[in-house]
């Protein structure tokens, strides 16, 4: 028989739009919504580069939170996901829509000259007038978009009345040019502008969550330049893509208000990530091991809010605990993973192993480029855009919008494995909320068929990722264990039942037909499960069968 020897595995994934499902807020929910147009104008694309004006006194410290912000953009110097890069890369979509044809050069920026005015010349009260003119000091360039940078001691007309900043053009020696601005409001609005950080002015009133890089006004400035710098992008010229008004357009953040995760509602952001160590509320990694909060974008092509990283986020995490020396607290994921280890000490006698698992190489599809209706070979030509080497599973993850070949009618996953043009094994595991979450996303959700009882609430706050969680878990249990079809398993070759599929519905002790077991439940969340992971996740995973006891193991 044919099994892995002891060592590292390389998982790389290969999400097929993942997430950007997720439809926090979808505006045409509205019983009269408005349409969220292209207007025929020009959008900007290319190299962009953005310069900095900063107005008043700002600390270093706090000038390296925007420039760092700024370098992530089109950094490859990815930490983790999800990444400020990943959540900027959704704006190629407006210039796909815009340019079928791909005429456009792609857009990218970079950070250019920053100009430091610690003086107040302009004084402590500035007018439009006077923010045009500080936009100029940078230089005027067409390729450009100047940003000024106002910090908390200096009032601009209309800050925190209507607006915690603005973007706009101006024409000199008849070329357009762009700018931004942004005001530090931590000591005059925090409450209208930085938000989630502070206090609501108005509205539901919840406790402020942590900010990432401990300044309330910084990190608030993080999410109205972010908002701003994709509405500039998008509608530089006010004839670009907006909906409502040309005077008070909604474009491609600003029409999603107030979401920043899955979940969100008036009053509250979603569901976010959360630092261990400071308690900061987060979406997206950046470069230096920099942390921000971004505002939804509004995808579209769904005519949707998209909170694309936090799913992603979901399933990496999942990956990196199973064999994390970072404990939380147990019962631990790596201890579930542990359980694997049995089999390869049964099939080797002489030499205990293990598999230590990594995340590898990270492909996004964003385009479907395969169509929206995939066939197993399809699936297979996915799993070879990553590399393909004996100590490498290809994990392709497709979309809730994406229907696969026996998805829902006897699959919710598979795994197998090629041979040509060299060995490698692959898996694929499908988003069945919209599709078939009774089958593939129980307990999750009211089953489809069998007893019927309430589903419990998901530990993520995702019905479609933690059940992905489940089948992945599973499939990732009966590819090591099985990899080429002739490892553990029993039953005929063709439906065998391996390491976690020969336990159904079991995930807890005292489980029976239509009942999950017994499981922890947070009291915070109200979801259940089983394993904690790094970065406070918590997970549901299947029991798996020991081969030494020929019987079901769980964790609780």
Not at 54 to 66: D, E, L, M, N, V
Not at 177 to 193: A, D, L, M, R
Not at 304 to 309: A, D, E, G, K, N
Not at 364 to 379: A, H, M, N, P, V
Request: glycine letters at 10%; one cysteine or more.
């Amino acid at each position: 028989m044919a099994y892995y020897s002891p060592k590292m595995l390389f998982l790389a994934l290969f999400m097929s739009l993942l997430g950007l499902s997720l439809a926090t807020r979808r505006i045409a929910e509205s019983t009269q919504p408005m349409t969220f147009q292209y207007h025929k104008g020009p959008l900007l694309n290319g190299k962009i580069t953005i310069n900095l004006i900063w107005y008043g006194h700002f600390k270093p410290t706090q000038r390296a939170i925007i420039s760092d912000f700024i370098t992530s953009f089109s950094s490859s110097q990815h930490d983790s996901q999800p990444s400020v890069a990943t959540w900027w890369n959704s704006i190629g979509k407006y210039h796909r829509l815009a340019d079928p044809k791909k005429n456009a050069t792609p857009l990218s920026l970079s950070l250019g000259k920053q100009v430091t005015d610690d003086t107040y010349h302009l004084g402590k009260s500035l007018t439009n007038k006077h923010l045009i003119e500080l936009a100029s000091k940078a230089g005027q360039q067409v390729n450009s978009i100047n940003i000024v940078l106002t910090a908390s001691d200096v009032a601009v007309d209309g800050f925190c009345r209507g607006r915690c900043g603005t973007h706009g053009s101006f024409k000199s020696n008849s070329q357009k040019f762009t700018y931004i601005w942004v005001g530090n409001s931590e000591t005059q609005c925090p409450g209208q502008c930085a938000w989630p950080f502070h206090q609501p002015m108005y509205g539901p009133q919840s406790p402020p969550l942590v900010a990432p890089n401990n300044d309330v006004g910084l990190d608030g400035m993080v999410i109205n330049l972010a908002s701003l710098l994709a509405g500039t992008v998008t509608n530089p010229y006010g004839n670009g893509y907006y909906q409502g008004p040309k005077e008070a357009p909604l474009e491609a953040s600003s029409a999603c208000p107030g979401v920043y995760g899955k979940g969100a509602y008036p009053g509250y952001a979603g569901n976010l990530l959360v630092n261990p160590t400071t308690g900061g509320s987060y979406n997206a990694n950046g470069i230096n091991k920099r942390q921000y909060l971004l505002p939804a974008l509004y995808d579209p092509t769904t005519s949707s809010c998209s909170t694309l990283p936090a799913q992603r986020a979901i399933i990496s995490d999942f990956i990196t605990s199973l064999t994390a020396s970072q404990s939380e607290s147990q019962p631990f994921l790596a201890t579930w993973w542990s359980t694997i280890g049995k089999y390869y000490r049964l099939a080797n006698t002489k030499k205990p192993a293990s598999v230590v698992l990594s995340i590898g190489k990270q492909v996004i599809d964003e385009t479907y480029f395969l169509g929206k209706t995939l066939t197993t070979q399809q699936i297979e030509a996915l799993a070879s855009k990553a590399p393909q080497n004996t100590d490498a599973v290809n994990v392709v993850l497709t979309a809730a919008d994406v229907a696969v070949e026996g998805f829902c009618m006897n699959r919710c996953g598979t795994h197998g494995s090629k041979t040509t043009p060299q060995k490698s094994i692959y898996i694929w595991v499908g988003n069945s909320e919209t599709q078939c979450p009774g089958q593939c996303a129980w307990p999750f959700h009211q089953p489809m068929y069998g007893p019927q009882s309430p589903p419990l609430v998901s530990p993520n706050n995702d019905t479609g990722l933690d059940g992905m969680v489940i089948n992945f878990a599973s499939l990732l249990a009966g590819t090591v264990s099985n990899p080429y079809g002739n490892g553990f398993f029993q039953g005929p070759k063709n439906g065998p039942l391996e390491a976690a599929s020969a336990c159904p519905g079991i995930y807890g002790k005292g489980a029976y037909p239509g009942y999950a077991g017994d499981l922890l439940v947070d009291p915070t969340t109200g979801g259940s499960y089983n394993a904690n992971g790094i970065n406070k996740r918590k997970y549901l995973l299947p029991a798996l069968y020991d081969p030494t006891t020929s019987s079901c193991s769980t964790l609780v």
